[in-house]
């Protein structure tokens, strides 16, 4: 199936963070990088998708915009995770459709461009489906708290082995006092 190029493929049409993925960042200069849902080669990086298609067929770029939304397609959806977490699909698809999908996307980038900063700097090699499956979950304000926190806790000298685990500490108890538990969750 070749799919139109969607116009937000870092958050795909059934409401799930491609941006957040892990796959999203694996081989980030290779020819295997997920493009985000419906991006540029998805085609060619993904296998088919009958949400997209079904919403492409149709001629929307969202699954909410359909009529027929939450459509048998998505019975069970949250209950299991894939590469991404799906645990906030359906309230991030909410989230979107209450502040607009303009603002989303700016939050969501917000989000992306801190995970690229994690990513760069505080992973020993182990944690980047950690890092991306907590700035996923955790809302926004959250995860700008706790990057202060490393801006003015960590220092940037320690070895990445201790960095890493100090950060993911930081993470670690926010998401405990929030009852989130930061993994994905095997179907």
């Known amino acids: 199936m070749n799919y139109k190029t969607r116009t937000f493929p870092e958050f795909s049409a059934c409401g799930l963070n491609c941006g957040l993925c892990p796959q999203y960042y694996k081989h ?10 419906g991006g540029e080669g998805f085609s060619d990086a993904h296998p088919p998708c009958v949400i997209l298609t079904c919403c492409q067929s149709k001629g929307f770029e969202f699954c909410p915009d359909c009529n ?12 299991g995770d894939s590469f991404i977490t799906h645990k906030n699909q359906f309230k991030d698809i909410e ?24 990513l760069s700097n505080f992973n020993d090699g182990r944690r980047k489906t950690f890092f991306c499956v907590a700035v996923n979950l955790l809302e926004l304000e959250d995860v700008k708290k706790i990057m202060r926190r490393i801006e003015s806790e960590i220092n940037p000298d320690d070895p990445i082995k201790e960095r890493a685990k100090a950060v993911v500490g930081l993470f670690q108890a926010i998401a405990d006092e929030q009852n989130i538990v930061i993994k994905l969750r095997k179907k």
């Open 95 to 118: 989230k979107a459709k209450q502040i607009g999908i303009e603002s989303y996307i700016a939050e969501q980038n917000e989000k992306v461009a801190i995970l690229q900063k994690l």
């Open 28 to 37: 980030t200069d290779g020819a295997f990088r997920c493009p985000g849902c």
């Open 68 to 79: 027929e939304y939450p459509c048998k397609r998505y019975d069970n959806a949250d209950t």
